[in-house]
């Protein structure tokens, strides 16, 4: 198994609003991708497309079984691998995931990163529940394993996800091939980097206590509390910091409820205080995303990313669904085929310049105001990159 160490990329923080904590009759969700320091992350738009028969899927490690459509999508992704960290797709499903460790043993080979599953689960779900399914038909049939980030030295974790559509939400958390689910139908929620659910399940794989029982984690009698029982007993630092990140980000929501907006979900990801907003060692929030998702299916939803690190210093850019929707070119990375350390066996000997347009101009603008010291926070909601009319 991987080891840990003080810079490992191991935290985020995921939230989400249901009518009637928005401050509109829609769902509200939100999302920092904290991962390390120098690394990109770009936003790409993939068109719903058609698969012939048979068609496989190479993923970041191994190749799937392709369906025969799937939908559009907008993800924000590290941009070495294949699947991301954030996103959405045509029918107004959101999700993210954030790494966890708990008492079952982290897979060592290769197989589906936690990213993986979720770019799978926006292309091929129509709403959240779908996309929950799609996750853990995936995770029964591969498994999930494999390092998360571009090092020679592996590191490996296992996932939650926080899902969201226009009318609920669901948290699910694995544990290996084994997960619990919770359905969230009005309020707040959030989660960090710990499993969350307790006696609260919704749904669960049909294994899941009597694996529990047979390891010797549960006697079988009186109530089944999934994180009590599969949480680890010595928590790594970053999970422990995780629980303080934790308790912010819930009482920022409580303080809110009723009146949450896209904007004062940009505000918490801000957050610098507490932690949610991260800039630490050797890793920081290097892409954000905000989406809001109107209960009417005539509205459209809007999706707000930075593609760039630092939400308290970047500029959350909307996109919409529709017509005419293309990649935006300033926040693609550049590619290198075949000749990709992600590629080349072993893997990640080699550094390669990922950085696209934004980044760098980014990088430039945050010199100069830190040179100047001119910073100001900037306007959130400027011209988006694809206009619907």
């Known amino acids: 198994m991987a080891s840990w160490s003080p810079d490992t990329p191991c935290s985020c923080d995921c939230f989400v609003s249901v009518p009637p904590a928005s401050a509109l009759p829609a769902v509200i969700f939100a999302k920092n991708s904290d991962r390390p320091r120098d690394e990109v992350q770009e936003v ?102 494999g390092s998360c980030r571009e090092d020679p030295t592996p590191f490996c974790y296992h996932n939650t996800f926080l899902l969201a559509d226009r009318t609920e ?74 629980k303080a990140r934790f308790r912010a980000g819930r009482e920022l929501l409580q303080q809110q409820q009723g009146g949450i907006t896209a904007e004062v979900m940009m505000g918490i990801l801000r957050d610098k205080e507490s932690g949610i907003c991260m800039d630490s060692g050797g890793f920081r929030t290097t892409a954000s995303m905000v989406s809001v998702l109107p209960r009417d299916p005539t509205q459209p939803c809007v999706h707000f990313l930075t593609a760039t690190p630092d939400p308290s210093r970047s500029v959350f850019k909307p996109f919409i669904f529709g017509v005419g929707a ?4 300033q926040v693609l990375s550049p590619t290198f085929g075949a000749h990709d350390p992600v590629r080349t066996l072993p893997r990640f000997q080699t550094q390669v310049d990922r950085r696209h347009p934004l980044y760098r101009g980014h990088q430039v603008a945050l010199g100069l105001m830190e040179s100047e010291q001119l910073f100001s926070p900037p306007p959130t909601l400027p011209e988006p990159w694809h206009h619907v009319p």
């Open 44 to 145: 790409v738009f993939v068109p719903a497309r058609t698969h012939a028969p048979g068609s496989r899927l190479q993923c970041t490690y191994i190749e799937v079984e392709q369906v025969s459509k799937t939908h559009a999508v907008i993800l924000s992704r590290p941009s070495w691998l294949w699947g991301a960290e954030m996103g959405a797709n045509e029918h107004g499903v959101c999700i993210g995931n954030e790494a966890v460790w708990t008492k079952e043993p982290v897979r060592e080979g290769e197989a589906l990163l936690g990213m993986d599953l979720l770019r799978l689960a926006l292309e091929r779900g129509s709403s959240a529940r779908e996309a929950l399914h799609v996750i853990t038909g995936l995770l029964e049939r591969y498994g999930q394993g």
């Open 169 to 242: 939400a669901w948290v699910l958390e694995t544990a290996g091939r084994l997960w619990a689910a919770r359905r969230i139908q009005e309020g707040v929620h959030n989660i960090s980097n710990q499993l969350s659910i307790g006696s609260d399940i919704s749904a669960e794989h049909p294994e899941l206590r009597p694996h529990a029982r047979a390891q010797g984690w549960w006697d079988g009698q009186g109530t089944f509390d999934f994180a009590q029982v599969f949480s680890l007993s010595q928590q790594p630092v970053r999970m422990e910091a995780a």
């Open 326 to 329: 293309a990649q935006p070119p």
